[in-house]
């Protein structure tokens, strides 16, 4: 009896094993093996990884195109929650990087958490004088360049300030409806949106959309710098440098989408 629960629980874990297996015969480089390719890099009797195989076709593992095997969506709809906020990091982290050395200036990722921002990732400005943000610093959407991109972008932004207050940080906070509202329409329009002194009075920004593989907004990408170097006759330099990087990042996302501005 011992010896049948043993090998009764062992079971699963050989199958898994050999599932696994399976599935480390796909990759980036090698996404499209036949059966033979897969039984040959497995060493699994052919009938056995036959079988496997077929099954895991019929789970939605695997996804079959002729003569040759792909992984399948419902795995990929498995991992996806998983890896959401980390892959849009590590994957828009380079362009982060790589806005910083074209304009200068501080670059900054953000994504959204009800009515607020959070720096998820940075890339420092080299000059001496500059503002610093850090990951993790939270800011109202409301102020500030990276706010109106998520309102003009994401449909539950709105729906997640509605009931707050605009609350007026200085004088160029915009604390009525219309005056925000014109200004997110404006960044729909033009693509990116430049903001001065609306969170602190020597702080801009100018920020643009980055999308996922399925067209919706994962963040938002931008610069921020203290408004005695950088003011609204650098718009015209910046803006579109900022945009191009927010196109390029929304590319290695898997953004397929023409409706950006460019």
């Avoid at 036949?34 to 099954?55: H, Y």
């Avoid at 005056?179 to 020597?202: C, I, M, P, W």
């Avoid at 996302?253 to 501005?261: A, E, F, S, T």
Wanted: aromatic share 8%; net charge neutral.
């Amino acid at each position: 009896m011992a010896a049948e629960r043993s090998s009764g629980s062992a079971q699963p874990l050989l199958v898994l094993r050999k599932v696994s297996e399976i599935l480390n015969c796909f990759s980036v480089e090698f996404p499209e093996p036949t059966l033979q390719q897969i039984v040959r890099e497995t060493g699994l009797p052919s009938s056995t990884c036959q079988r496997l195989v077929q099954n895991m076709v019929r789970e939605g593992f695997l996804d079959r195109d002729g003569d040759r095997y792909r992984i399948g969506l419902r795995l990929v709809q498995w991992a996806t929650p998983g890896t959401f906020g980390l892959d849009v990091v590590r994957l828009v982290h380079p362009y982060v990087q790589e806005l910083r050395d074209s304009t200068g200036e501080t670059a900054c990722l953000y994504m959204r958490d009800g009515a607020y921002r959070t720096v998820v990732a940075v890339a420092e400005t080299r000059h001496v004088v500059m503002r610093p943000f850090l990951v993790g610093q939270v800011m109202p959407i409301h102020a500030g360049a990276p706010g109106k991109i998520f309102l003009a972008f994401d449909p539950e932004a709105r729906q997640a300030i509605e009931a707050a207050e605009l609350t007026r940080y200085t004088s160029a906070t915009p604390d009525t409806w219309e005056k925000l509202d014109t200004q997110v329409s404006n960044a729909r329009a033009a693509g990116f949106y430049a903001a001065f002194g609306e969170r602190n009075s020597d702080v801009g920004s100018i920020s643009a959309p980055v999308f996922n593989h399925a067209g919706r907004l994962a963040a938002v990408l931008g610069v921020g710098f203290p408004t005695q170097r950088v003011g609204p006759d650098d718009v015209g330099r910046l803006g579109p440098a900022v945009a191009d990087a927010a196109r390029a990042a929304s590319a290695a996302l898997g953004y397929m989408g023409k409706n950006l501005p460019s």
